[in-house]
């Protein structure tokens, strides 16, 4: 069964960080590039972070960059994001996803070119 599952979340002070997790099951990473998303409540699903196959190419929300950073360890079939500097707007929740490159002309920032969608993970930043 193709799985992604989202874990690291949870409640955080502003300024803090954390580190969210994606692990896949059911298929490898290999081949695919894998974003981050997120969705705060009331508002629509956003882009925020993605990398490609192979760890050579990043791709973040222009607010985010330097402040988040996504990473891969294809070995452990798994996806990192790396949110430091937190703040109470980054409150959401926020799923990975996965894209499989075999097919050509998509993009990492449309969440509709995405193949397989994890259940989401919640981080709430508040004092």
């Known amino acids: 069964q193709v799985q992604l599952v989202e874990s690291g979340g949870g409640l955080v002070q502003p300024g803090g960080s954390l580190r969210l997790s994606c692990a896949a099951s059911g298929f490898t990473l290999d081949y695919y590039a894998i974003g981050w998303f997120r969705q705060a409540p009331g508002k629509e699903r956003e882009f925020v972070a993605a990398?490609?196959?192979?760890?050579?190419?990043?791709w973040y929300e222009d607010k985010l960059r330097g402040r988040f950073a996504i990473s891969r360890d294809n070995a452990k079939n798994t996806v990192y994001l790396q949110m430091n500097s937190l703040k109470p707007e980054d409150t959401a929740v926020y799923y990975c996803a996965a894209q499989n490159t075999i097919y050509h002309g998509r993009s990492v920032y449309d969440a509709d070119d995405y193949d397989h969608w994890g259940q989401g993970t919640r981080v709430t930043v508040s004092s």
């Open positions: 990398l490609s196959r192979t760890g050579g190419s990043t």
